[in-house]
């Protein structure tokens, strides 16, 4: 029987930045323990020397040619942004560096 | 004139009986007199509608060569990006969003054209198999207004199903196309990964992601599936080879010689009663026609349901990263003084929906260190035996076929609270995303037991798309012929709200 | 307590490690056909697939990837016979998909080396830089912070996005550890940066301009005892962006950890900021616990797999490596060891050539670069290349005094001008009036008045003491304000006093 305590999934839940309720955090913990089960069949059978598929078709080398084309307007750019300034997306104090 | 096939309508429209805009008003009408008992639709924009269809009746009074499809009405799944038109992917978190571009689907269509009557509703990002986890409430299915239509294109399969719409684009991930086509008797069609376009269709899991057509008859979903499918420079993942001959397919219909395997895992424990017997009606429907059915083994099915709820809440929850509250979309929790990242955290908290969320956490434990290689490598692993249990049943059958869904529509509200009951509707039809092949639903009668719809599904190997639609129009021409019409218009009338 | 480098390096031993970012020269973004131009307006080269807008998706540019094997190439790298794209998955306004684009277990080159060479006392000294891995990736959008204090983004109300710059391809070079440097660890660093940087502009791949942020060197650092087979905790130092900050960076570095391990502290693996006015690095914000960055394969790119063929004929047109380079230029212009390695140091070798390729004489152009240029840059305290002199202008200078219009004397008057930013060097001739006498007459003038003042000394010169001419043609010159030619001033001179002129 797996599980993942409240603690784990918070740990989660910053990491996927979504600021979950105290009630949503113990519910989705409660869930998981039976998803987690379903899931982890996948361990089930000896996968050893069994490569992983991680496209569907076997495609390979698709390019484009170095080529500018027309960008947006910067209207249309902006189109949906929640606020704007100077032709720029105006965001709430940014904390922390780039990487 | 509503309950004819787009291909009647097709020919209407180039005999002169009708015209596009008078097409268009009368779907139009027949949105406005049942959509609000089926919901199907999240936006109608009439208005662009009829003037698209005055487009085209122009150019067809002035000798233009037009296309099979040009003038025929289509409602949207709201996945797709269609320029200055709303377009949600069923989340409040892109409320009101209107893309400045086109996807390469509504592209397309626009060129062939086809009327886009407007958007349809959808489990969020297309998380679901019920239409219930859309955050604009749910769509009900037309056979019995208190059941689903399965999902995630519920809105599109219910239209379509309601005569809202004669076609329907949908997508299709876990089987969000076959399962709504099955639920609502309609035929749905998941192409092989690679044969339409991704671009501006908006990602669930993108190594299983397709696009597809709904229609009333096989025909009619042949001409669509035509339409949309093409190599595309914009989606590297996209196949550059010509597309099938679906539609000369779906006109022949012989399935004489035709080896088709049955796949012992997708059957009996959990599939209804009803639905077996009707699926082994139209096997031997298909033997009489002269097909030769055999048996085939795909051992490692077993845990396709356990693959794919780790490889697409992996690939969600990196897709859906992008929706941060910084340049499109609902902005929540900027209070004074709020960071950057404390609006992130309140808008995704806010704008993504209970099954969206358990999905990113979902993926995002499944890819964190640690856990990465005994879940998703595990889960990409098992792919790889999906994939040769189905080349080793081609090479023991042309098409292989299963029962499209275990269980006919179920009531709304259902399942909505236990996630694994849920998964399960998709167990027949994830297989085939999960190798990148195509598959088709189409209606096989009604189960007795509840006089709801069951669907016969036919796959077939990548980029033998025609094979779908070759086996589908013989076993659909004896059935309607037994029936003495198509099982659609068995349906209940939903009768006038006006 | 402060300690010297002296100190640092009787204890510990460096070790290094570097990770230059690169931004290609495509005409195109890596994944979108959005242009790459420097400095356009804000958002005016975005698109559904770099603003990440819903459903885009990612189409690679080949250039990059035909760009990408040649730096591989060059730096004597394997090219994986298939690679594939990873997503790096962390949250930053400045990236809009919200993860990179990158490459991870897959790298298209890896395994490679570069070899650098150091002056140091006991002459040049060659070092082996290992190369890890070369891998694509793109660059991010760029935040403006306003409000608060100057821009910067402590105590800014809110942020302004502009994502021109965001898609921009990048390659990501990463070295293996480098050990063994000892006290020359920053020269070592810096030398190999600058050699990369020959490297990629030899191949025409990048702009290679640090300031510009085109080049970007990170670097570790961390000490260990000497004899010690541990390696020490390491600290990384972001965009050190120029030649003379590598080496700088390092050597901080090197006493701060010193420092620390000498009081019994302990150094914090974390992010550090190089300041280029007090050459010192401040802290980055330390993350509380490592970033999870949940790499998996791309599943909208599909693998990358060149043709072994493809790989060979990129390979035949590899230009001449910077280091044979160096040796033929050494050869051809006749350079001394020393004055070699003082133009390499001086990162003037570029400038040396473009300026011999307009006709200089190489030992004039390399005269003019190393000594007079150099000197004025060193009191200005920066590079030789960020003067506003240009190797066209040299050439004109060394012209002017091969055609005897200038004298050695006032081409430095006209350097200085042109540096002071006067105009091309015949621009400073004409404003300043500078010119060299040519007339005889005027300059027997003051070679009698000369000989008349100074008639001790001119009499030596007359019985046949020739070395005596210096101090009268000194004062000639000091006559006519150094415009005269002096080689002239000799003639006439030795002339007038009755003896031969050569
Ligand atoms: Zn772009």
Redesign the pocket.
Known sequence: MSSLSRDEVAKLAALARIEMSEAELVSLSSQFGSILDAVARVQELNLDGVKATSHPQPLENIFREDVVLP?LTPDQALSGAPAQEDQRFRVPQILGEAE | MIKNTAAQMSSALEKGETTSVELTKIHLDRIADVDQKVKAFLHVDGESALKQAAAVDADRASGKKLGPLAGIPLALKDVLAQEGVPTTAGSKILQGWKPPYDSTVVAKLKAAGVVILGKTNMDEFAMGSSTENSGYGPTFNPWDLTRTPGGSSGGSAAAVSAFEAPLAIGSDTGGSIRQPAALTGIVGVRPTYGAVSRYGLIAYSSSLDQAGPFGRTVLDTAMLHAVIAGHDPKDATSINAPVPAVVAAAKSGDVKGLKIGVIKQLQGDGYQTGVQARFSESLDILASLGAQIVQVDCPSFEYALAAYYLIAPSECSSNLARFDAMRYGLRTGEVDGASAETVMNATREAGFGREVKRRIILGTYALSSGYYDAYYGSAQKIRTLIIEDYKKAFTQADVLVSPTSPITAFKIGEKSEDPIAMYLADVATIPVNLAGICGMSLPAGLADEDNLPVGFQIMAPAMQDQRLYQVGAALEAALVSKWGGHLISKAPALGGAR | MALSYDDVIAKYEPVLGLEVHVELNTES?MF???STTFGGEPNTQ??P??LALPGALPVVNAQAIESTIKIGLALNCQIAPRSRFARKNYFYPDMPKNFQISQYDEPICFDGYVDVEIDTEEGPKQFRIEIERVHMEEDTGKSLHVGGATGRIHGAEYSLLDYNRA?IPLVEIVTKIVPGTGKYAPEVAKAYVAELRDILRGLKVSDVKMEQGSLRCDANVSLRLIGSAVLGTRSETKNVNSLRSVERAIRGEMIRHAELLNEGKKVKQETRHFQEDTGLTRSGRSKEQAEDYRYFPEPDLVPVAPAPAWIEELRAQQPERPSLRRKRLKEQWAVPDKEMAAMINADALDIVEETVLLGADPTKARTWWLGEISRIANEKEIALTDLTISPKDVAEIVALVAAGELTDKLARQVVEGVIAGEGTPSEVVAKRGIKVVNDDGALMAAIEKVCAEQSETADKVRNGLIPAAGALIGAVMKETKGQADAARVRELLLGHLGQPSN
Do not use: L
């Open positions: 960008s | 973004k979108c056909s959005c975005t698109c697939v770099c898609g």
